[in-house]
């Protein structure tokens, strides 16, 4: 509920959460309890570790969008943050309402849990590195990042060329089915750059990703995620932790042939086990 209004202003920022708990409804009914002595940033994480408590679900983590303005942790969404146009707003909503068609990590539940202000453990798999990333769409032509798409991924071009800079693509060839995935290709490529990884998989991660940053599939998660390592803070040794991996959390992502339960069938095919990961 909260994502469609928060493009709304609000005097307080708090009540960019208590002000939708009265149209919660189900799971999400009376997430939190109403408390203004804590700060925005206190409501906001308390919100986001109800959610996944409640839920199982990691879906709060596809709400990592949009330019932060407060101090949160990395995996805590920002309802305060801002989007630069209508136009991505739109496509951005219309990609999280796509998000249940997939099952990356099968039926399971999260594994997700506060073990210090603003660090949060849970186990998964940390399936791929990203290898090489595109530019960002809005930075290119339609055709010229269809262009460079296809030569990040190896694909040899079509003799004559199907792309074009006017129109994108043939008339002939431009019907509503192709009007249908181009939209769900554009709600699916707002806000992220084009991947290659070191396994050779290709997707779509968030925009301020770079080579070297991770991709990883969570119990709970519909998507996988794109991690960056850090470095382990001296709290979390003292915790026992010393061993983890801690890791800032982009966002989600889209990687084609791992959205369905692929990474989980691997891992009990060889018999592996999920790795701790704590989030900063």
Not at 38 to 56: C, I, K, Q
Not at 235 to 241: I, K, N, P, S, V
Request: charged share 25%; with cysteine; net charge negative.
């Amino acid at each position: 509920m909260v994502v469609f209004f928060r493009s709304r202003q609000v005097t307080d920022s708090r009540d960019k959460i208590y002000g939708m708990l009265g149209l919660a409804t189900g799971q999400y009914a009376g997430l939190v309890e109403p408390d203004y002595t804590r700060s925005p940033e206190e409501v906001f994480e308390a919100a986001a570790l109800a959610s996944v408590d409640r839920t199982g679900k990691l879906e709060i983590l596809s709400h990592l969008y949009g330019q932060r303005q407060l101090e949160l942790p990395s995996f805590v969404p920002d309802w305060t943050a801002s989007i630069s146009s209508y136009d991505r707003y739109s496509q951005y909503q219309e990609r999280l309402s796509y998000i249940h068609r997939y099952a990356a990590s099968g039926d399971r539940s999260a594994e997700f849990n506060l073990i210090a202000a603003g660090k949060a453990v849970t186990r998964g798999i940390i399936f791929d590195v990203i290898a090489n990333t595109g530019s960002f769409p809005s930075s290119l032509s339609y055709g010229e990042f269809l262009n460079e798409v296809r030569d990040l991924a190896d694909v040899d071009r079509c003799p004559g060329g199907l792309v074009h800079r006017k129109p994108p693509l043939h008339d002939a060839l431009y019907d509503d089915d192709v009007g249908t995935i181009n939209k769900l290709f554009c709600a699916m490529a707002v806000g992220r750059r084009f991947i290659t990884t070191e396994k050779g998989y290709i997707g779509f991660a968030p925009e301020k990703c770079e080579k070297g940053d991770l991709i990883v599939i969570l119990p709970g998660g519909d998507v996988p995620y794109t991690l960056r390592p850090e470095p382990i803070a001296d709290d979390l040794r003292e915790q026992g932790h010393g061993s983890s991996s801690c890791y800032t959390i982009l966002g989600d992502s889209y990687v084609h042939g791992i959205m369905d339960g692929e990474a989980f069938d691997l891992l009990e095919e060889t018999k592996g086990e999920l790795q701790e990961i704590v989030l900063v």
